[in-house]
C-alpha cells in the first residue's frame, strides 16, 4: 500500500509530449501579469462589455419565460450537430454576409467553440504523415492540434511590417502531397486581412495540388476598409474548404463557447463525428440565444458596424500613444481584436522581459509575440508584442493616460 501523502509516477502520453506546451505555460505567466493590481490588461482579447445584448435578453428569455416543455428541451442535449434553428441562422449570416451558400441540413455543424471546430476538423481530415503548412505568427492552437494529428507540419512566417502571405515560398512548399493549408483571415495577432491577388494565388495552389484548405474567419465582420476574402468563394474552392466563425468573435461573448464550421457535406459529416467523440453538443441555451442574436444581425448590422469602427478607432488612439510613449512602431492593421507593436533595439529587454518592464512601469500587460510561433521563430519575433483593442473607448483612453503619464516622467 502506498504511503498517505505519496506521489505516483504518471507518464504523460507520447501523443501531448510531441505538442509544443510553449503556448500553455506563456498564457500562465501573461494572465498573472494582467492580473497585477494596477494593471490594465491589454494582452488577451477579451471584449469588456457585456457582449451581445440580443443575446443576452435571448437566453434570459429562454431560461425564465418558456413554457415548461420548451424549457425542458433548452436545458437538454440538442442534435450533436446543432440546433436546426442556430444552423439555419449560421447559414443565413454566412449568405448575407460573405454571399456563400450552406445547406444547414448537411454542411453547417455547430460545435463548442471555434477552437474544438479547428480540433475536430485536423481530428476527422488530417492522417499522421499528411503535409499541411501553417503560417507563423498564429493563433497558438493551430500547431499543437496538427501535432496531435501527427501531421508533418510545415510553418512559413510572414514578416513585418506588413505579415503578407510568402507566395514564393509557399509555392515552393507545395507538393502533390500537400494535405490542407491553414489560412487565417483577418489575422490573429497582426490583424492583416488576405489580398483578392493573394487569394487567387492560395486558390490556385489549392487546386492545382488537390489541396484542401482550412479557412479560420472569426474576424470576417471587424473589416471597415478592405473587403473580406472568403477563399470558398473562389472558382473550385467550395467544395475543397472548410469555413469555421463564432460567436466568441461576431458577438463577442468569448465565454460562451458556441461556434461553427461549413464545409462539403462528406467533410462537415466526418467532424461532425469527431465533434461528437469529444464535446458531444454545445450548450443547448447558448444556441438558442446565439441564434436569436444572429437573425438579428442578419437583418440589422448597425450594431457590428459601431463594434468595427469602435475598434479602429481605438487602433488610431492607442497607435499614437505606443509610439508617443515608448517610440514603438505599431504596424498596419485591417480588422480583428488587435494591433502589432515592435519595441526598439534600445528598449528594455525583449520578449516576456519587456512585458514585465511593462506592467511594472507602465502599468500595461500586453503580449509577446513569440507565444504565436513555432519552435525556431525569427529573431525579430523577440521585439514584437499585441495589444488589444477589442475595449470601449473609456478603456483604451485609460491605456493612453497611462502611457502619457510614463512619457511624462521620463
Known amino acids: 500500500m502506498a504511503a498517505s501523502g505519496s506521489t505516483v509516477a504518471v507518464s504523460v502520453a507520447g501523443r501531448l509530449q510531441r505538442c509544443s506546451t510553449k503556448g500553455s505555460e506563456q498564457w500562465a505567466r501573461i494572465t498573472a501579469l494582467a492580473n497585477r493590481e494596477g494593471v490594465l490588461n491589454l494582452g488577451q482579447g477579451r471584449p469588456d462589455g457585456g457582449g451581445s ?71 476527422a481530415l488530417i492522417n499522421p504523415g499528411d503535409h499541411v503548412i501553417i503560417f507563423q505568427p498564429f493563433f497558438p492552437w493551430y500547431l499543437p492540434h496538427l501535432q496531435l494529428a501527427e501531421a508533418n507540419v510545415e510553418v512559413l512566417t510572414l514578416e513585418p511590417p506588413d505579415f503578407a502571405l510568402p507566395l514564393d515560398r509557399l509555392k515552393a512548399a507545395m507538393t502533390p502531397d500537400t494535405k490542407a493549408i491553414v489560412i487565417n483571415t483577418p489575422h490573429n495577432p497582426t ?91 454545445a450548450p443547448t441555451p447558448l444556441q438558442l440565444a446565439v441564434a436569436a442574436a444572429i437573425e438579428s444581425a442578419c437583418d440589422d448590422q448597425t450594431d457590428l458596424k459601431t463594434e468595427a469602427a469602435l475598434y479602429d478607432a481605438n487602433y488610431q488612439a492607442l497607435r499614437a500613444a505606443l509610439e508617443r510613449a515608448l517610440k514603438v512602431q505599431v504596424h498596419p ?65 485609460s491605456a493612453v493616460a497611462k502611457l502619457d503619464a510614463f512619457a511624462a516622467q521620463a
Open 53 to 123: 445584448q440580443r443575446a443576452r435578453d435571448a437566453l434570459l428569455d429562454v431560461l425564465q419565460h418558456s413554457s415548461a416543455e420548451d424549457l425542458g428541451n433548452a436545458n437538454q442535449y440538442s442534435p450533436v450537430i446543432g440546433l436546426p434553428r442556430l444552423r439555419q441562422a449560421v447559414g443565413r449570416w454566412t449568405a448575407v454576409a460573405q454571399h456563400l451558400e450552406y445547406n444547414p441540413e448537411s454542411e453547417i455543424c455547430i460545435t463548442t467553440s471555434g477552437t474544438e471546430a479547428l480540433y475536430c476538423a485536423t481530428q
Open 191 to 281: 490583424g492583416r486581412a488576405l489580398t483578392e491577388a493573394e487569394g487567387a494565388t492560395v486558390a490556385q495552389l489549392c487546386r492545382d495540388n488537390d489541396c484542401l484548405l482550412i479557412t479560420d474567419e472569426v474576424y470576417a465582420h471587424l473589416l471597415t476598409e478592405r473587403p473580406h476574402i472568403s477563399l470558398a468563394a473562389l472558382p473550385g474552392m467550395r467544395e475543397r474548404t472548410l469555413v469555421v466563425g463564432s460567436a466568441s468573435k461576431l458577438l463577442a461573448l468569448t465565454g460562451w463557447r458556441v461556434a461553427w464550421v461549413l464545409g462539403p457535406a462528406a467533410m462537415v459529416k466526418a467532424i461532425g463525428g469527431m465533434h461528437a467523440y469529444t464535446t458531444y453538443a
Open 333 to 397: 492593421r485591417d480588422g480583428g481584436y488587435f494591433l502589432v507593436a515592435q519595441i526598439p533595439d534600445a528598449a528594455r529587454g525583449v520578449g516576456f522581459d519587456y512585458a514585465v518592464w511593462l506592467a511594472d512601469h507602465v502599468g500595461l500587460a500586453c503580449v509577446p509575440m513569440g507565444v504565436f510561433y513555432g519552435p525556431t521563430p525569427p529573431a525579430s519575433a523577440e521585439r514584437l508584442f499585441r495589444f488589444t483593442i477589442c475595449k470601449s473607448a473609456a478603456y483604451i483612453q
